[in-house]
Nanobody, 121 residues
Framework: QVQLVESGGGLVQAGESLDLSCAAS????????MGWYRQAPGKQRELVAH???????TYGDSVKGRFTISVDNVMKVVYLRMNGLKPEDTAVYYC???????????????WGQGTQVTVSS
């Protein structure tokens, strides 16, 4: 069974920083892109950051210049460094990984359970 487990969420004040991490575990044949989405109450899920297996990154417009995504492909962990947090960054953050499990030839997306980030003003 493939699992993604996030950690690092919490409550911070505006302007502070927070680090999230997400570890993929289980029988993984090939790991592709990884990244983060977030969903705030009453809003649609939006892309936060995406990183390919070749370290090409993409960021949502609202976080560009403040958030940094990185990945350890050996340990299968994706990180999200969030600087200059704003109250509007409050959301549940979900990590995902595009990967091929050992018992399948098909790559698909797997998701973590989500971690709450709350930014107070």
């Amino acid at each position: 069974q493939v699992q993604l487990v996030e950690s690092g969420g919490g409550l911070v004040q505006a302007g502070e920083s927070l680090d999230l991490s997400c570890a993929a575990s289980g029988s993984i044949f090939r790991l592709g892109a990884m990244g983060w989405y977030r969903q705030a109450p009453g809003k649609q899920r939006e892309l936060v950051a995406h990183i390919t297996s070749k370290d090409v990154t993409t960021y949502g417009d609202s976080v560009k210049g403040r958030f940094t995504i990185s990945v350890d492909n050996v340990m299968k962990v994706v990180y999200l460094r969030m600087n200059g947090l704003k109250p509007e960054d409050t959301a549940v953050y979900y990590c995902y990984a595009d990967l091929t499990p050992l018992d399948s030839e098909i790559s698909r997306s797997y998701w973590g359970q989500g971690t709450q980030v709350t930014v107070s003003s």
